[in-house]
């Protein structure tokens, strides 16, 4: 981590602590600089239209941006990018004729992600992967994904991909590998496999499964383990607790009318998150009945963004949030605890909470995030079944994985074995447990001693390094295999392209394990079905090959889905308590009340774990609550923060245990005081040109008894500055803040509140000649009630757009070129501030402050009411982007975009024009969709259709927050909901009529409860 000394400018928290205190009305703000006006943030408004860029001349800077550019971007050849699979794959819906150039076709297939897939539809221009959407008939997507799904794409081509086998760190094939493979094979055979070791990631996968029980059935004394950094080993334990065997827990969020998440993110950190985002917002849209919206109730311990949506947020220690369970249970009658001392002045909220609980039975909701510990897991279940929610709101399921064991246990068994020399080959198929293992295990020490050791995975990684074999894995975009997702439905997942870099699938290494080296994993996948077939579970098809076609076009397989079983609850008297012993989840119950510091352990909300580290879209996306860029921090509470004098970029050494890390600090709103948080995925050694060298790795501090929090941290400065990159406060609105938010009973005393916020002026005040738009008139509205701030819809934008990766120091001036951002708003003090999110696209405006200014008319009107670029008239003058009251318009400084390599065409949408430098660019309401739709329409002789078109930003995201159409049709959509008494437009006294319009924000408290 690379030091910078310069010094930042202090703020002082007390004195904004007692301002906010003091404030008369809603006052929201983005960041701790802009609340304080310091000179810094002044300073970067007064730059946020530069100079233009000099030229790169600089050979170092000049090679950093080409090693930025190919690693984002760039390919490994032509040729390797159009050859098709020879096995027969099928495009959603209907099978083409031919390839069609400038057509697309869709494929359905899934995303495995920590071993529950996500459904997809994958756009593909000649054999060409290019774009990922939802799949609508998909359980787990809903036609909906999520930003990894949307970025995976990208890695498809990432030329840092591992792209041969390698021995001992040189260039070998395959042939040699098997040849190898087949002699440490020979020697177990003789004792069984008593010295064979698989290791894999979470599977669900029914093939993969009945391949490894193959091989464990071939060398019955080989074992079988599982590890992932962010497992849920925790939640299986919890169910064993509570009923004596693992089940699948899955919740019904749109029939609950009350809900508490005790820790649990399940807007965006459960299997199946974007289903439970779609049911959980479809309770928060009001319309003429907001007697119908949820309630939600969040206790935390660290910020995240279903915390945001909560209606009473308590902000808690992660390990004073199994005090809370318990006394939650404690008023539902289920223990008989004392309730704890820091909990005495929640106490009236806790009350609250329960008697809302009780009063809806049977439509309530308790949700425990994976990082608790498996007694309040337990408690949860209990406190369901009390509440009389089971069956209702939630239900409980035969486990999706097809081997449920505690990951860490696993993990640490193979350890001890490698350690004790009874292992003497390993087979690691994904995965970089050399990187991702906690600290205390030593794996790769332990790995040292195991004779013959294969990895296989993406890239070439920490793990490969140290395995004596190295197999390029392929994408899941370039070959066959099946996965279930959260509710145990099973999709085929099935390869758009060849593998770019001639990679082995994890079937067929196993196949090889089992003495069939040659077999395809597409005949390994349909030998797995055929077999199901055979056993008559599915009558309704004529033959194995028309239900091979179905389950392809659909993207999922009819009847897979796992029915509700049911359990018996056993709970002992007083409950279930975590263990006490120091460095545990206990360890940190017990010193809840005392002033010890807790370390909590998160995946990167971008990165995840550390796999996506290479994927500049990922890289350069700003996080959702910090938004931090190209980095990781050590999050802290402001009340922390001042007390040990602490800012922003503060370099600080974080111990725990006897072991260090050095992090920058970042002081982050309403996080719980007397802890820290890290995100994992950062500091890596071999990612790839990008994720190399990368922030800091929190793995170094992560135990094995403790992977999620744990108290006896220890935080002191070094004296030394890192720089942080956030975006929070670019594009100031000077402000001019723009979110509008009431409570339901304030809208029903006033349900024009959101309205009367702003000033609309009449039609006739304008200088501009009137227009009347005939026929369509294209519009956007953006319900801020069902908008999460997931950043899929940013994401989904410029897979779409050929949005450019411009790097940490351009995005460090403000040169970002995202065409859609989701701003952050706080609202309140700085210990536990409301939160908000808005989604700024370009606002189309009628009245339009940039056509006016622009010398050349490269940014005009069009008769649809759309405000278009002309790319080639544009000659970057930047007067439109300094009129444009939104600041949506993105500025080529440099040349961004890779125009000289042939390769790096592949990944790119032909149907949208890649910009040059001294261009300026901006959100077109993805005008190549909107022409693609009227072709159509057009050649059927027919008007377009409501919601025919769908934006990239709308057909991604899961809550359906955005809705476009046209404004003309009173029947659309758009229209009905601009007509709805909380539309309202931002700006509008600027006359500038935007097309682009906003739903306000309503929350419903409980009445009983003040704001905490």
């Known amino acids: 981590m690379t030091e910078n000394r310069k010094d930042a400018e202090s703020i002082d928290l007390a004195a904004l602590r007692a301002r906010l205190a003091e404030a008369r009305g809603p006052e929201y703000w983005r960041s701790l600089e802009e609340l304080a006006d310091t000179e810094e943030f002044q300073a970067f408004l007064r730059a946020e239209f530069p ?67 996500i459904g997809v539809l994958v756009e593909s221009h000649m054999g060409r992967p290019t774009k990922v959407e ?19 794409v990208l890695t498809l081509y990432d030329p840092d991909r591992s792209q041969v086998v390698t021995h001992l760190g040189s260039v070998s094939t395959w042939d040699e590998f098997l ?117 939600l109730y969040v206790v935390e311990s660290v910020p995240t963004l ?31 605890d004392e ?50 929610n089971v069956g209702k709101t939630v239900v409980y399921t035969e486990p999706i994985e097809a081997r449920p064991i505690e990951q860490m246990e696993s993990l640490k068994e193979l350890v001890a074995d490698m350690d004790a020399g009874r292992v003497d080959a390993l087979i690691i198929l994904g995965g970089n447990p050399v990187y991702t293992a906690p600290a205390d295990l030593n794996f790769a020490e332990r790995l040292s001693k195991v004779k013959f050791r294969v990895h296989l995975g993406l890239y070439n990684d920490e793990t490969a390094e140290l395995c004596h074999w190295h197999i390029p894995e392929t994408h899941y975009l370039e070959s066959w295999s099946d996965v279930r997702a959260y509710d145990g439905t099973v999709s085929i997942v099935q390869p758009l392209i060849a ?50 076609q179905i389950a392809l076009n659909r993207g999922a397989i009819e009847g897979t889905t796992l029915t509700p079983k049911s359990v018996s609850l056993k709970m002992p008297p007083g409950g279930w308590t975590s263990p006490s012993e120091p460095g545990t989840a206990g360890g940190a119950r017990q010193a809840g009340t005392q002033r010890t510091l807790e370390i909590n352990f998160r995946p990167d909300p971008t990165i995840w774990d550390g796999r996506f580290a290479n994927n500049g879209w990922l890289q350069e996306l700003p996080k959702p609550l910090t938004k931090l860029t190209w980095d990781n921090a050590a999050l802290v509470s402001p009340a922390l923060a001042e007390r040990l004098d602490l800012k922003n970029g503060d370099l600080v050494r974080l111990e725990y245990r006897d072991r260090l890390v050095r992090a920058p600090i970042w002081v982050l709103p309403g996080h719980p005081d007397d802890s820290v948080t890290v995100h994992l995925g950062y500091g890596r050694r071999r990612a790839g040109r990008l994720g190399t060298g990368i922030g800091f790795n929190a793995y170094v501090l992560r ?173 970057g003058t930047r007067y439109c982007s300094n009129n444009c009251p939104y600041k949506v318009r993105r500025f080529n400084f440099k040349l961004y975009a890779d125009w000289t390599t042939e390769s790096f065409k592949a990944q790119r949408n032909p149907d949208v024009t890649v910009r040059s430098r001294g261009v300026m660019e901006k959100c077109t309401y993805c005008l190549q969709r909107i022409n693609t739709v009227r072709i159509e329409a057009e050649k059927q002789d027919r008007p377009i259709r409501d919601g025919e078109i769908l934006t990239a930003c709308q057909q991604v995201c899961p809550t359906e927050a955005i809705v476009f159409g046209n404004i003309n049709d009173p029947d659309s959509r758009v229209a009905r909901l601009k007509a709805e008494q909380l539309n309202y437009g931002i700006l509008t006294e600027l006359n500038t009529r935007p097309r682009t319009t906003y739903l306000a924000k309503l929350r419903n408290p409980n009445p009983e409860i003040e704001h905490e």
């Open 339 to 388: 309730l704890a001392e820091f909990l005495i002045p929640h106490k009236a909220w806790i009350e609250a909470l329960a008697r809302d609980l009780k009063r809806h039975r049977g439509a309530s909701l308790i949700v425990a995030g994976d990082e608790q510990p498996p007694a309040v897991h337990a408690l949860v279940h209990a406190m369901n079944h009390a509440l009389g």
């Open 703 to 875: 135990s094995s008894e403790a992977s999620w929090f744990a108290p006896g941290v220890t935080i002191s400065k070094t004296g030394d500055r890192y720089e942080l990159v956030s975006t929070q406060h670019h594009h100031s609105m000077e402000g001019r803040h723009l979110v509008r938010v009431g409570t339901v009973e304030e809208y029903r005393k006033n349900p024009r509140f959101a309205q009367e916020m702003g000033e609309n002026p009449a039609p006739d005040m304008t200088l501009y000649p009137g227009y009347t738009y005939q026929g369509y008139a294209w519009g956007m509205v953006i319900d801020l009630n069902a908008c999460i701030g997931c950043n899929a819809c940013v994401i989904a934008c410029q897979a779409e757009n050929n949005i450019p990766v411009v790097g940490k120091k351009e995005v460090g001036v403000g040169r970002e070129m995202h065409w859609i951002r989701v701003d952050r708003y706080y609202r309140g003090g700085l210990d536990n501030p409301e939160t908000y999110h808005q989604p700024v696209p370009c606002m189309h405006c009628e009245n339009a402050p940039c056509e006016v200014v622009c010398p050349v008319g490269a940014t005009v009107h069009d008769k649809e009411g759309l405000n278009v670029m002309v790319y080639n008239r544009c000659v």
């Open 134 to 152: 939802g799949n609508p008939d998909h359980p787990a997507s809903l036609g909906a994904t999520d930003v990894f799904a949307q970025a995976s």
């Open 179 to 295: 040849q190898a493979l087949g002699t440490a094979l020979e020697g177990q055979r003789v004792v069984k496999g008593a010295g064979l070791r698989l290791l894999t990631e979470t599977v669900t996968s029914p093939t993969l499964a009945r391949q490894i029980e193959a091989i464990l059935d071939l060398f019955p004394e080989a074992k079988w383990h599982q590890y992932e950094p962010i497992h849920r080993d925790h939640v299986k334990a919890g169910a064993r607790l509570a009923f004596g065997e693992v089940v699948e827990t899955r919740y019904q969020f749109d029939r609950a009318d009350v809900i508490l998440s005790l820790d649990g993110d399940f807007l965006t950190r459960l299997p199946g998150s974007v289903a439970y985002a779609r049911q959980f917002t479809s309770r928060r849209r009001t319309g003429s009945a907001p007697e119908t919206m949820n309630r």
């Open 499 to 548: 593998p770019l870099y001639g990679g082995k699938s994890a079937h067929e290494l196993l196949s090889a394990l089992l003495g069939k080296p040659g077999r395809s994993s597409y005949a390994i996948v349909r030998e797995t079905w055929r077999a199901e077939y055979e056993r008559g579970r599915w009558p309704q098809y004529k033959n194995f090959e028309h239900f091979w």
């Open 306 to 336: 279903t915390g945001s949506m909560a209606d009473h947020r308590l902000a808690l220690r992660a390990g004073q949030i199994e005090a809370l369970a318990r006394a939650v249970a404690r008023e539902l009658g289920l223990v008989e």
């Open 51 to 117: 100079h233009p860029a000099p030229e790169l001349t600089d050979a170092v800077s000049r090679r950093h941006f080409l090693k930025l550019m190919g690693a984002s971007l760039a390919l490994a050849g032509v040729t390797a990018c159009t050859r098709q699979p020879t096995e027969h794959i099928v495009p959603y819906v209907r099978a083409p004729e031919e390839i069609i150039p400038g057509k697309p076709l869709f494929f359905a297939t899934a995303m495995p992600m920590a071993g529950a897939a």
